[in-house]
């Protein structure tokens, strides 16, 4: 029975649960007698370590009897494969569950079965640190209502996990006339409640202001979760008067 078949009896269940699985795990294991890890094109494949989801390392064998050990090029060893933190599979690879700093580097696998020893595709694990939501923003102008000729500064701050890179981008009532964009972006490390967190800033400087930079201001910070985004509106008003009065 083939999958067409199978979905005219109304029985798509069946195949991706049943006969799908088995399909792939016979192709797995036939068909290479002389290789123990199934052929790639890539003598080295680059995999970002997450650290809010399990990596994997396809390591797939052609033989479910092959042992295989999984290693570090350097320092040269064999990494330890406890089941709780790396685990393996014939059929998926090795997993590791929790990505921590540490395991960031050059990785290979090892295959034996009989006579035979081969190593696999080499893998270059980074470590990325990922948040664990997009960020937060919090936006503030030096003053809401800003006469004609004077400075306005508008700070955007995210708060969040450390070494967690957030860009910044701005939309400004200025654009409309091609007014520059100036900012200025810095990040410190602050205690939250006892902890060590990452402050991520972006000023806006708006020069002498003028008309046209009245409206609503709106920064967006973003990271490798996602993009959020905060408003303020400035009030332009008009000059201050710069005229002494007259002696009577």
Same mark, same amino acid.
């Given at each position: 029975?083939?999958?067409?078949?199978?979905?005219?009896?109304?029985?798509?269940?069946?195949?991706?649960?049943?006969?799908?699985?088995?399909?792939?795990?016979?192709?797995?294991?036939?068909?290479?007698?002389?290789?123990? #890890?199934?052929?790639?094109?890539?003598?080295?494949?680059?995999? +970002?370590?997450?650290?809010?989801?399990?990596?994997?390392?396809?390591?797939?064998?052609?033989?479910?009897?092959?042992?295989?050990?999984?290693?570090?090029? #350097?320092? %040269?060893?064999?990494?330890?494969?406890?089941?709780?933190?790396?685990?393996?599979?014939?059929?998926?690879? #090795?997993?590791? +569950?929790?990505?921590?700093? +540490?395991?960031?580097?050059?990785?290979?696998?090892?295959?034996?079965?009989?006579?035979?020893?081969?190593?696999?595709?080499?893998?270059?694990?980074?470590? $990325?640190?990922?948040?664990?939501?997009?960020?937060? %923003? #919090?936006?503030?102008?030096?003053?809401?209502?800003?006469?004609?000729?004077?400075?306005?500064?508008?700070?955007?701050?995210?708060?969040?996990?450390?070494?967690?890179?957030?860009?910044?981008?701005?939309?400004?009532?200025?654009?409309?006339?091609?007014?520059?964009?100036?900012?200025?972006?810095?990040?410190?490390? $602050?205690?939250?409640?006892?902890?060590?967190?990452?402050?991520?800033?972006? $000023?806006?400087?708006?020069?002498?202001?003028?008309?046209?930079?009245?409206?609503?201001?709106?920064?967006?910070?973003?990271?490798?979760?996602?993009?959020?985004?905060?408003?303020?509106?400035?009030?332009?008003?008009?000059?201050?008067?710069?005229?002494?009065?007259?002696?009577?």
């Amino acid at each position: 029975m083939n999958k067409q078949n199978i979905e005219e009896c109304g029985s798509e269940w069946l195949w991706t649960s049943v006969w799908a699985p088995a399909l792939r795990e016979h192709m797995l294991f036939a068909g290479y007698p002389q290789e123990l #890890f199934v052929p790639t094109s890539n003598y080295y494949e680059v995999i +970002h370590l997450r650290t809010n989801r399990p990596t994997v390392l396809p390591c797939q064998v052609t033989s479910p009897q092959a042992k295989v050990t999984l290693h570090r090029e #350097f320092p %040269p060893g064999e990494v330890k494969v406890d089941g709780a933190e790396i685990s393996f599979e014939v059929t998926r690879g #090795f997993t590791i +569950h929790r990505p921590k700093q +540490h395991h960031a580097g050059s990785l290979y696998c090892v295959a034996s079965l009989g006579n035979l020893r081969q190593s696999s595709t080499k893998y270059m694990l980074i470590y $990325v640190q990922y948040p664990a939501a997009p960020p937060a %923003p #919090f936006i503030q102008a030096s003053s809401e209502s800003v006469p004609i000729g004077q400075n306005l500064q508008v700070t955007c701050t995210v708060v969040g996990d450390q070494d967690v890179l957030v860009d910044f981008s701005w939309e400004y009532p200025g654009q409309t006339i091609g007014r520059p964009l100036y900012t200025q972006d810095n990040v410190q490390t $602050v205690q939250v409640d006892g902890r060590s967190q990452q402050r991520s800033q972006s $000023v806006l400087q708006v020069d002498e202001v003028r008309e046209v930079d009245q409206g609503v201001y709106t920064c967006t910070a973003q990271n490798l979760e996602g993009a959020r985004s905060a408003s303020t509106t400035v009030k332009v008003l008009p000059a201050r008067s710069t005229n002494k009065p007259r002696k009577p």
